[in-house]
């Protein structure tokens, strides 16, 4: 069960945007959308801001936004904030035998 | 408020046991699938399991088949988490989280419990 893959680190200035890319397979992210994104702080547990590739759960800014394309999907924020400093995962749905992967994690720096 | 409570880790050496326990409260619970996501230190999420909303199926990492089981009481609003054999890797942050089903959407988080694996 190979994770996704993930740049381990990104950055941007408050205002600017910022995208993270989520590299999987014909097995996973290219089957199926089901591509889920989750922000987590340091000490704290993780928080779903994306869904079914596109869709945002209620309460979480419209500033982040997912697509997809083949293989890879993608999550872009836009309008940097400070809070927004944190680790970025990609989770795809893999089928039934191996159900569930998570990417690497990216960790995002607001300079 | 949905509220995720994780309880049960601790210290154990390798090719001991332990159970962890999740209870969940503002949600209708057995309308959910449940999952364990688990987190090494400095590393980054991992799924280890999920169930099914009446316990009729089952999912599992690859690493951990054979050795951990998943069970759920709707009665009690608990899901629980049996590890044997357990070995340093897999030390980590457990967490217990709503959903994770065929919808792949782990919604609600509890703020997890170590499990540390050592001699």
């Known amino acids: 069960q190979s994770a996704l893959t993930q740049p381990a680190s990104v950055s941007g200035s408050p205002g600017q945007s910022i995208t993270i890319s989520c590299t999987g397979t014909?097995?996973?992210?290219?089957?199926?959308?089901?591509v889920s994104w989750y922000q987590q702080h340091p000490g704290k547990a993780p928080k779903v801001i994306i869904y079914d590739v596109i869709k945002r759960p209620s309460g979480v800014s419209n500033r982040f936004s997912g697509s997809k394309s083949g293989n890879t999907a993608s999550l872009t924020i836009s309008g940097l904030q400070a809070d927004d400093e944190a680790d970025y995962y990609c989770c795809s749905y893999a089928g039934s035998i191996t159900f569930v992967v998570f990417g690497g994690g990216t960790k995002l720096t607001v300079l | 408020e949905v509220q995720v409570v994780e309880s049960g880790g601790g210290l154990v050496q390798p090719g001991g046991s332990l159970r962890l326990s999740c209870a969940v409260s503002g949600i209708f619970f057995s309308n959910y699938w449940m999952s364990w996501v688990r987190q090494a230190p400095g590393k980054g999420l991992e799924w280890v399991a999920n169930i099914k909303q009446d316990g009729s199926e089952k999912h599992f990492v690859d690493s951990v088949k054979g050795r951990f089981t998943m069970s759920r009481d709707n009665a009690k609003n608990s899901v629980y988490l049996e590890m044997n054999s357990l070995r340093d890797e897999d030390t980590a942050v457990y967490y217990c989280?709503?959903?994770?089903?065929?919808?792949?959407?782990?919604?609600?988080w509890g703020q997890g419990t170590l499990v540390t694996v050592s001699s």
């Open positions: 989280a709503t959903g994770g089903g065929y919808d792949l959407i782990f919604e609600n």
């Open positions: 014909s097995s996973d992210v290219g089957s199926y959308n089901l």
